[in-house]
């Protein structure tokens, strides 16, 4: 069935501008040896989004390699025990590598590979999912690669370590700052400026300079595309779209790859559910907008947006059960879509999270990442204050075999 679009006061599409800015959100915040880069890149994106035959082997890719489309689940024992919304899950915890990161990772490999000449990737990860989804679509199209990732995530994720050493990629562990996803893209960024003739950044989430967040929202609305000609097909989901999308938000992709879609049906509710961490008051979180004493409007790693950052201008430690979500910044999109009130943002603590990743294991035989634990988390407490029948769609955004370490040694249950 092909929705048809109520008129939208706002044009969603238009934006970014020719400035990259979503409203004073976005820009280009880099050293003057890299505008080059940037501009080649995004006249290569514009390119590709009208190029037939880059979007036809895309596409293909995604069918026959990345295996999408993702399926609609109806959560039933989730929604009956919670006795309020039904609850559907867009699984992309089922796509190739285990996350959603393989479909900006094999867009942008794509791109360059076809559109740019470039030899060599470096990408940066905090769970590791994003370097295994770009070390796997080095691996398929031959392409060198190198992911820099901070040595604490390395510590906590080091399934998804090995996982892209196999594939042929060089994981360079990072020493500096918090040794998390923030350092990480500072020494990608530093190797990017010192190769950027033969290299590409391949940027994990929708933030970072112009093109970055419009382009990696863009190759993640397939994920919102899919789901939103599935929610109306009365036999794999509802039969209707959502009244309730949610979707846990660390830089954004994500969120924003199932957002977008969805902007102009303005009846649709859009909740981004940040890392509390141990709770706002802890000062030991990764809620950006949450916390009025930390989070503010900043400059980092290129785009302007809403930072952790002291009252002296300094980018404030973070904290998450999750490495996927312990970023200091937020995508310069979800900033203007809180402004607009179009997109609602909440958080959930560690101990929230938890309960969520129990619930969908007990309930639902399905283990949950982390980072969609926080999704999960959240809708605990919503779908029983909706009534029966009401919808919840919550983008699982990737499978918990990686942080299985993580929670075996919160929980103390080693098996």
């Known amino acids: 069935m092909t929705p ?3 008129t939208a006061r706002i044009n969603y599409r238009a934006l970014p501008d020719e400035n990259g800015r979503f ?41 026959t390699y990345v295996g ?37 990772a094999l867009g942008q490999a794509l791109l360059m590979k076809r559109k740019m000449g470039k030899t060599r990737i470096v990408a940066e990860t905090g769970a590791g999912q994003h370097g295994v989804a770009t070390a796997t679509a ?36 990072v020493e500096s700052g918090s040794k998390t996803l923030k350092d990480a893209i500072n020494e990608a960024i530093r190797d990017w400026v010192t190769n950027v003739r033969t290299t590409h950044y391949l940027l994990g989430s929708a933030l970072g300079p112009h093109p970055y967040p419009a382009m990696v929202r863009d190759f993640q609305s397939v994920i919102g595309q ?3 000609w599935q929610m109306q097909d009365g036999e794999i989901g509802p039969g209707r779209l959502p009244d309730v999308i949610v979707a846990c938000v660390g830089g954004g992709s994500n969120s924003m790859g199932i957002f ?40 980092l790693q290129g785009t302007m947006s809403y930072v952790m950052q002291d009252n002296d201008g300094q980018i404030a430690l973070t904290h998450s059960i999750s490495a996927g979500l312990d970023y200091a910044s ?25 309960a969520g990743f129990k619930a969908l294991c007990h309930l639902e035989g399905i283990i949950p990442a982390l980072e969609s634990a926080h999704a999960i988390g959240h809708v605990l407490e919503l779908a029983p204050t909706l009534p029966k029948n009401q919808v919840i769609l919550v983008n699982l955004s990737g499978r918990g075999d990686k942080d299985l370490g993580t929670v075996m040694s919160v929980l103390g249950e080693e098996q």
Not at 88 to 95: G, V
Not at 267 to 284: D, M, Q
Not at 330 to 354: K, M, S
């Open 4 to 6: 048809t679009a109520p």
């Open 23 to 63: 409203g004073p959100y976005g820009g280009k915040y880099v050293p003057e040896t890299l505008m080059p880069a940037l501009d080649e890149l995004e006249e290569a994106y514009l390119q590709a989004r009208n190029d037939k035959a880059f979007l036809y082997e895309l596409g293909r890719l995604q069918r």
């Open 68 to 104: 999408r489309p993702t399926p609609i689940s109806y959560a039933r024992r989730l929604s009956e025990h919670l006795g309020g919304a039904q609850i559907y899950l867009k699984r992309e915890d089922l796509a190739h590598t285990g996350a959603h990161k393989i479909n900006n």
């Open 138 to 173: 080095a691996a398929l199209l031959g392409i060198e690669c190198v992911v820099y990732m901070g040595t604490v995530d390395m510590a906590r994720q080091q399934p998804n370590v090995f996982r892209m050493k196999l594939l042929g990629t060089e994981v360079r562990g």
């Open 226 to 228: 899919e789901a939103l």
């Open 260 to 299: 977008h879609p969805f902007l102009e049906y303005e009846n649709v509710r859009l909740i981004g559910v940040e890392a509390g961490g141990h709770g706002i008051e802890s000062g030991e979180h990764a809620a950006r907008f949450a916390d009025p004493a930390l989070g503010r409007l900043g400059v």
């Open 330 to 354: 937020v995508g310069p999109e979800h900033a203007w879509l809180r402004d607009l009130q179009r997109a609602e943002y909440t958080y959930c603590t560690d101990e929230q999270a938890l």
